[in-house]
């Protein structure tokens, strides 16, 4: 008997477009801090944890605290600015049309996550948040993955550290060269492009 088909996919870029709403809170952020942060930059390589980016721009002392402001600020700022990307609800529909499973894998914390998948009505089987590389491999494991889908190179890391199909959509700040590079399996334009994807592997 073939196991079932759970497909894992990442949220910021690959199923939301988060750069309005993480710019906001970015550019609240500088006017609090009178940092001056570059929103533009921060948008455009979105995909590793906020800590991460903070660490750019303020001592590493103070990252911890701002990362808590960040996710204070981040529901009243964020959430209504976010909008779905392409393909999102029909790729999600593809994976139960063909009787599987759906699995968020991000790193944005849980909670964050669960209030961007109720606003855009993106439904999904579990969720798993404040994750990164191994961390999310980890979780695939776990759930007993079949692929992952991401924009990201250590997306299709995370992906082959858990030993599923790694799946890159191009939505995001990687190149589908730099996602072939990190070792994807496959690299899709966007999500629109994934029904057909499962298709070839069902």
């Not at 499973?101 to 961007?116: D, E, I």
């Not at 072939?180 to 492009?193: E, I, M, N, Y």
Request: hydrophobic content about 45%; proline content about 5%.
């Amino acid at each position: 008997m073939d196991a079932p088909l759970v497909v894992g996919f990442d949220l910021d870029m690959t199923l939301i477009d988060s750069r309005p709403g993480i710019g906001a809170v970015y550019h609240a952020l500088a006017a609090e801090t009178g940092v001056a942060i570059d929103v533009d930059l921060v948008t455009s390589r979105l995909g590793p944890p906020v800590e991460s980016e903070l660490a750019h721009w303020f001592p590493a002392a103070d990252v911890p605290a701002l990362a808590d402001r960040y996710r204070a600020l981040y529901p009243d700022l964020a959430v209504e600015a976010t909008g779905t990307m392409p393909g999102a609800h029909a790729a999600l529909e593809a994976v139960r049309a063909r009787g599987g499973r759906t699995v968020l894998v991000t790193a944005k914390n849980a909670p964050a996550a669960q209030r961007h998948l109720d606003h855009l009505g993106l439904v999904v089987d579990a969720v798993h948040g404040s994750l990164w590389r191994d961390g999310k491999a980890g979780a695939l494991r776990e759930e007993h993955a079949t692929a992952y889908v991401g924009d990201h190179v250590h997306d299709v890391e995370a992906a082959r550290g858990a030993g599923v199909t790694a799946v890159g959509v191009t939505t995001g700040p990687c190149s589908g060269m730099d996602l072939q590079a990190a070792g994807a399996d496959v690299v899709l334009h966007s999500l629109l492009d994934l029904p057909d994807f499962l298709d070839s592997i069902g």
